[in-house]
């Protein structure tokens, strides 16, 4: 194993942490971290340090957290100062600038969760949960200046559950490339491993999420499809929708079973205190548990108990 590759390494949140700790582990010298700075959190909004700034220290490494990276002098001066040989990008949450790429004679290595080309961009876990895909992975690569385009170094897959979240994959995919990272430090150190061109034709994107993913268009999606983004959207936007001018949330449903053929997307049928919505394409979900606007969180059979639905009463 190749031993003592001086490193520069970028990263933030938890997804980041057993990479840094593999490398760690491998030997490397790591000689500078670099994370955003703290931020306010919880409802106290103190200022709470980043996972990956709580490991550094913790390690007895040191850390940088600058706001801006790009046009700032100080800071690459320090790096210039280091010369690292490789600069290791695990979820740093900043575009790395050109100044920055070119530094390091091994380049800098970005672990990113897709199986690339597919999935490009700031949120590749949830997407690809959310269109439904039954595989991922991760894929390391050598970082260019265009988002996620750099040739591929390794890749590893993983499967993905029917019923798993976008919540369920992070920690496994995060645990699965630190070794990754670490054999493709050692691939490009004795010139083992070959970088391959992306195929750009077949690129998908996956960018960041806002509230209105997780929007539920009835009209417009299968319930299968529904379904699919309830479970890519986890933890955050989640799965909602509108029942009589009021946000509805919908925390738990499933792939209906009753036809709703005569139904318009949205409409409601409650069947044996069970509740459903009409979809496209003829398709239903059963809502399982949902929680209307200022209300607590309730299964189906309690919120029909306490709830008058109108007749024609539609979500949307």
């Known amino acids: 194993m190749v031993r003592g590759v001086k490193l520069v390494f970028c990263g933030t949140p938890q997804f980041a942490v057993p990479t840094l700790e593999a490398l760690l582990a491998a030997g490397h010298d790591i000689s500078l971290v670099v994370t955003q700075p703290d931020r306010a959190a919880?409802?106290?909004?103190?200022?709470?340090?980043?996972?990956?700034?709580?490991?550094?220290?913790?390690?007895?490494?040191?850390?940088?957290?600058?706001?801006?990276?790009?046009?700032?002098?100080?800071?690459?001066?320090?790096?210039?100062?280091?010369?690292?040989?490789?600069?290791?990008?695990?979820?740093?949450?900043?575009?790395?600038?050109?100044?920055?790429?070119?530094?390091?004679?091994?380049?800098?290595?970005n672990l990113h969760a897709s199986l690339l080309p597919k999935y490009r961009g700031a949120a590749p876990i949830q997407w690809a949960v959310a269109m439904g895909e039954t595989v991922t992975g991760n894929t390391t690569m050598l970082l260019e200046e265009g988002l996620d385009t750099g040739p591929v170094l390794l890749q590893q897959t993983s499967p993905i559950a029917p019923e798993q979240t976008a919540s369920d994959l992070f920690g496994g995919l995060a645990q699965a490339g630190a070794p990754l990272v670490v054999e493709t430090?050692?691939?490009?150190?004795?010139?083992?491993?070959?970088?391959?061109?992306?195929?750009?034709?077949?690129?998908?994107?996956?960018?960041?999420?806002?509230?209105?993913?997780?929007?539920?268009?009835?009209?417009?999606?299968?319930?299968?499809?529904?379904?699919?983004?309830?479970?890519?959207?986890?933890?955050?936007?989640?799965?909602?929708?509108?029942?009589?001018?009021?946000?509805?949330i919908v925390h738990r449903m499933e792939v209906g079973e009753p036809s709703l053929r005569a139904a318009a997307p949205g409409q409601i049928r409650v069947e044996n205190q069970r509740l459903f919505a009409a979809c496209a394409q003829n398709t239903c979900l059963e809502l399982l548990e949902i929680q209307l606007e200022g209300k607590k969180r309730l299964t189906a059979a309690e919120f029909l108990r306490g709830t008058h639905l109108l007749p024609d009463a539609r979500l949307g």
């Open 42 to 109: 919880g409802r106290t909004q103190q200022l709470t340090p980043p996972p990956v700034k709580q490991t550094a220290l913790a390690a007895g490494l040191s850390v940088t957290q600058p706001e801006k990276i790009r046009n700032n002098a100080e800071f690459r001066r320090q790096l210039e100062a280091i010369s690292p040989e490789a600069i290791v990008v695990v979820a740093y949450g900043r575009i790395i600038p050109p100044w920055m790429l070119s530094l390091p004679r091994l380049g800098c290595v």
């Open 185 to 248: 430090l050692a691939g490009l150190a004795n010139g083992t491993i070959l970088a391959k061109p992306q195929e750009h034709s077949l690129a998908t994107h996956a960018p960041i999420l806002n509230r209105e993913d997780g929007r539920m268009e009835f009209a417009a999606r299968t319930a299968t499809e529904l379904k699919n983004r309830l479970r890519g959207f986890q933890p955050w936007p989640g799965a909602f929708t509108t029942l009589e001018g009021k946000k509805l």
